[in-house]
């Protein structure tokens, strides 16, 4: 069983730790990290097609002067040849590996991974489960924005149950104060997601006078075997657009967790809009992935 600590959730970390991250996420924006993963080595295994998670934390593992490992899953035993997971996590373990960075489409795969891995375990997205170094970023982006985010309302839209981001989202944002407001039609936001600081509504127009930021999602059309709302029907209820735009307060913010797809979730207004903050998302996401890998490591009190 592991000894050392893994960042699965955002339940993992405490709110010292989150601030912690935080503020290290900001020296490291201002000022090069130094080789603070000399002699250690990060493999990094991605059983998912990913752009920007995989290419960030790479950067953020070469930054730290790691040595760094990208294991395909056609490069790995556990696939081809018939090896146990926790076959693979010993011989990793055995081979002195330190982190270990894993997506996979098996919601829970990298908690396994981590019970049997003595080193540390982070969970790059786990089916649609959790997605933590993302919520991190997401949240590091709107107390950029906005300070302290106690009072603040944020909108997360769209296909909320087949998203991870906004699993974690949710938890994180919610330890915080802000109130979270689940935004889509019943088949992608069942209407027990609803409680402790979490409301569910169905009327997008609504709420966009309310709330200081809006959170965009993606449409995750390969977790369904038949869609259960049109195309035509998501966009005319959900889509943000010029229209919607222009009824959302001046000093709100748009986030996506990014892939976007123009003309579903978002229209190309959005891209020019001052408040689109897509951008800032992924320029922060090297730096927080360097200081959650900083923490992991090198934090005495873990």
Known sequence: MRIRRSLIDLDDLTGEEIAAIFEQTAKFEAT????????????????????????????????????????????????SKGETLEDTAMTLGAMGISVLVVRHPEAGFPQRFALRFDGHVVNAGDGVHAHPTQALLD??????EFGELKGRAVAIVGDVLHSRVAHSAMRGLSRLGATVVLVGPEAFLPGSYAGDGVRVERDFDAILPEVDAVV??????????????SDQEYVAAYRLDHRRLRLL??????????????????????????????ARQVHHGVAIRMAVLDLLVNARSL
């Open 32 to 79: 090069a990290p130094g080789r603070r993963l000399a002699g250690k080595t990060c493999v990094n295994m991605f059983f998912e097609d990913s752009t920007r998670t995989f290419t960030s934390f790479n950067m953020a593992e070469l930054r730290l002067g790691a040595d760094v490992v990208n294991l395909a899953p056609r490069n790995l035993s556990l696939s």
């Open 216 to 229: 965009l999602l993606r449409i995750q059309r390969e977790r369904f075997v038949e869609m259960p709302i």
């Open 139 to 144: 949240i590091y982006t709107l107390i950029e």
């Open 249 to 278: 307060r001046k000093e709100a913010i748009v986030m996506h967790p990014g892939p976007y797809n123009r003309g579903m979730e978002l229209d190309d207004s959005v891209l020019d809009f001052a408040g689109w903050r897509y």
